[in-house]
């Protein structure tokens, strides 16, 4: 029998978080995902993290259904000016 998280994956996207109801859909929306291993929400650096057989691309089209933009996170998205 096949380990169905044998093509693990860790998406790691930035997300605008503004406020407890967008983390709140955006939980919903990432628990229906099918083969999710774990998932999480940093609110300090608006950042998704997801693991599992997943993609990034499959990650974010889920986001766009609840309204919420979300791009690959790269170094640049790691330091946050303070306003």
């Keep these: 029998m096949a380990n169905k998280f044998l093509d693990r994956q860790v998406v790691e996207l930035k997300v605008n978080l503004h406020c407890n109801e967008c983390i709140k859909k955006i939980l919903k929306a990432i628990k ?6 774990t998932y999480d929400v940093d ?3 608006n950042k998704v993290i997801v693991t599992g ?3 990034d691309e499959q ?3 889920v986001l766009q259904k609840v309204r919420k933009t979300a791009v ?4 640049d998205n790691q330091t946050l000016s303070a306003i």
Excluded: P
């Design 32 to 37: 229906k995902i099918e083969d999710i291993e």
């Design 43 to 45: 609110t300090q650096l």
């Design 53 to 55: 057989n997943v993609t």
């Design 59 to 61: 990650v974010i089209r």
């Design 72 to 75: 690959k996170w790269d170094q």
